[in-house]
């Protein structure tokens, strides 16, 4: 069963343009991961901020988390064509146990 | 959405023995399939890439004889992992990409324990 729960489920937007994919969830967390995936390929994991944090950064990533909103959303400053990909959210239960949401589709146009 | 089922949630085993973890898609054929595995407190690993009817594609560093993957239809893909030691233990979970789409989903995981 899916916990995370990302919206938009598909997003298409123009190279440069930011790009920002929601993610809620249910239950309490250790922490929260944001992953990509290329077409037909595997997941590539990006970046995870813990339950104690805010936000955090890295490179064009951003990610924030609001745990009394049990949210997280990820933001892609000055998108590429080749930022084109399927992003999820997990969330890492506090039994360990790690729960994936449905995908946000991203759609980069050069 | 679609479902993906894992069995078994959880197991125990002792050292030596060999386990066996069923992913299911229950409501949709799923030509891939793939297997990760997850350390406490780090990131989803991808072991393989699960092909119905071809051999799986190993990620570096996994092992083929320790990991064995079948995917033997459309619905079922099984991941054995032989001769269990106690740095087996992990947590593994399953996807399983809708055809023809981009779109994938998780099983629930299976929480492996080697005593």
């Known amino acids: 069963s899916q916990q995370g729960e990302e919206d938009p489920q598909a997003l298409s937007i123009q190279e440069g343009e930011n790009a920002t994919m929601n993610c809620s969830y249910k239950?309490?967390?250790?922490?929260l991961q944001w992953y990509r995936q290329n077409s037909g390929r595997g997941l590539v994991h990006l970046i995870l901020?813990?339950?104690?944090?805010r936000e955090k950064h890295s490179g064009r990533l951003r990610v924030t988390l609001d745990t009394s909103k049990k949210s997280s959303s990820l933001l892609i400053t000055a998108s590429r064509a080749a930022d084109t990909a399927s992003y999820f959210c997990?969330?890492?239960?506090?039994?360990?146990?790690?729960?994936f949401g449905a995908g946000t589709r991203l759609t980069v146009k050069p | 959405g679609a479902v993906v089922s894992q069995h078994p949630s959880r197991v125990i085993c002792k050292s030596g023995t060999s386990v066996k973890i069923e992913c299911r898609s229950l409501?949709?054929?799923?030509?891939?399939m793939f297997w990760y595995r997850q350390f406490p407190k780090q990131s989803l690993m991808l072991m393989a890439t699960?092909?119905?009817?071809?051999?799986?594609?190993?990620e570096q560093g996994v092992e083929k004889d320790k990991f064995l993957i079948n995917h033997a239809s459309l619905t079922l893909s099984t991941l054995t992992v032989t001769s269990a030691h106690p740095e087996d233990s992990s947590f593994y979970i399953c996807?399983?990409?809708?055809?023809?789409?981009?779109?994938?989903?998780f099983g629930p995981g299976t929480r492996l324990t080697v005593l």
């Open positions: 409501d949709f054929q799923a030509t891939t």
């Open positions: 901020i813990r339950s104690n944090e």
């Open positions: 239950t309490s967390i250790n922490n």
């Open positions: 699960s092909n119905e009817g071809s051999k799986a594609t190993y």
């Open positions: 997990a969330t890492d239960a506090k039994n360990n146990d790690m729960r």
């Open positions: 996807s399983a990409r809708l055809p023809n789409t981009d779109t994938q989903y």
